[in-house]
Each structure stands twice: as C-alpha cells, then as structure tokens.
C-alpha cells in the first residue's frame, strides 16, 4: 500500500504564493503519476493539476493554469504543488492522490489520498 501525506498549507493573502509538498511511502512512487485535486465547502471536488511518473507531462485545470505549477522528485518520494497569484476562490483543502490512471484524456485517481491540506486565501 502507499501512504500519502500532504503538507505546506496555511492563510496567505490574496496575490501571495504557498508551496505544497505530497510525500509519499511504500514501493513504487517514482513509477506513479501524482495528482492534486481540492474541495472548498459546499462545493464537489475540482481538479487542479497532476503529472506523470517523470515528470515529462503534466496538465492544469483551466481555474489554475498559469498560476499554479505542479513538480516532483522522485529520490524523495514527493511531489509539489507551487501555486502562485493566489485568490481568495483558491481556498479549500488540498488533496494529493498517487497513482491514478493518467493519460491523453486526463487523470483519474487511485484510492492512494492524502488527508489533505488546508488553504486559505484571504481577500
């Protein structure tokens, strides 16, 4: 099984930037595309960003292209998320999920989550 845990969430102001890290355990990780999704109250989870096993592709949701910029590196089992020009429609809780099925039509993810991340933008 893999273990997923996020980090680096916070309140930061409106136009400011915040950096999140996905680390994950077990075997396998740098054979594993990583993507983050996130949920605000009330609202269905939203797709953000995710990137494949080498980081030689990766694909943004139309809210956060542009600003936000998913990276990882594999020697540490981690992936991140760096998301910049934040806006206060960017709050919620961040999630990281490890390998999903990713491809041409985008990612669908495994049951691998994290607990998620909480952040928050204020205006």
């Known amino acids: 099984q893999v273990t997923v845990v996020e980090s680096g969430g916070g309140l930061v102001q409106s136009g400011g930037s915040l950096r999140l890290s996905c680390a994950a355990s077990?075997?396998?990780?740098?054979?594993?595309?990583v993507g983050w999704f996130r949920q605000a109250p009330g609202k269905e989870r939203e797709f953000v960003a995710y990137?494949?096993?080498?980081?030689?592709?990766?694909y943004y949701g139309d809210s956060v292209k542009g600003r936000f910029a998913i990276s990882r590196d594999n020697t540490l089992n981690t992936a991140y998320l760096q998301m910049n020009s934040l806006k206060p429609e960017d709050t919620a809780v961040y999630y990281c999920?490890?390998?999903?099925?990713?491809?041409?039509?985008?990612?669908?993810?495994?049951?691998?989550w994290g607990q998620g991340t909480q952040v928050t933008v204020s205006s």
């Open positions: 999920n490890v390998g999903g099925a990713s491809g041409i039509r985008g990612y669908s993810p495994s049951r691998n």
């Open positions: 077990g075997r396998g990780f740098s054979t594993f595309a």
């Open positions: 990137i494949s096993w080498n980081g030689a592709n990766s």
